[in-house]
Each structure stands twice: as structure tokens, then as C-alpha cells.
């Protein structure tokens, strides 16, 4: 749900209407996100972070950091 909470605040941030972003389409959508996001990263551990690219507010994948 931060996740959620920290797009939701980015969307608003740009002026985007979020009024038809429900946490369950949110969710969904991370999900096939994040399945896309292991295979292409071959790793099982990726993180998906809100960034803001050119106005437009993005979901973007990286391996999760591993602690030594």
C-alpha cells in the first residue's frame, strides 16, 4: 500500500486525475509489472519504485539490494 500511496501522491503531483485508480487495478497492475520486471532482470527479487520521467509518472523496476 506505500506503493500505492507514493503514486497516487506522484499522479497528483502532475496535475493526473486518479479518481478511476483503485488499489485492486494498482495491484494488479504491479503485479504483471513485476513478473515482466524478474524475467527481464533475471532475478526473482525486484523492486519497483515511483518516478516521474518527462511529466509522466512510471513504475520502474531494479534488482532488490542485497545485504552482505
Known amino acids: 500500500e506505500a506503493l500505492y500511496a507514493s503514486y497516487?501522491?506522484?499522479?497528483?503531483?502532475?496535475?493526473?486525475?486518479?479518481?478511476?485508480?483503485?488499489?485492486?487495478?494498482?495491484?494488479?497492475s504491479v503485479h504483471k509489472q513485476e513478473q515482466k520486471a524478474r524475467e527481464k532482470l533475471k532475478s526473482e527479487d525486484v523492486v519497483l519504485k515511483v518516478k516521474i520521467r518527462d511529466g509522466k509518472v512510471?513504475?520502474?523496476?531494479?534488482?532488490?539490494?542485497t545485504k552482505k
Open 8 to 28: 497516487l501522491h506522484a499522479r497528483r503531483s502532475q496535475g493526473d486525475d486518479i479518481s478511476r485508480v483503485s488499489l485492486s487495478s494498482f495491484a494488479r
Open 58 to 65: 512510471k513504475l520502474v523496476a531494479s534488482k532488490a539490494e
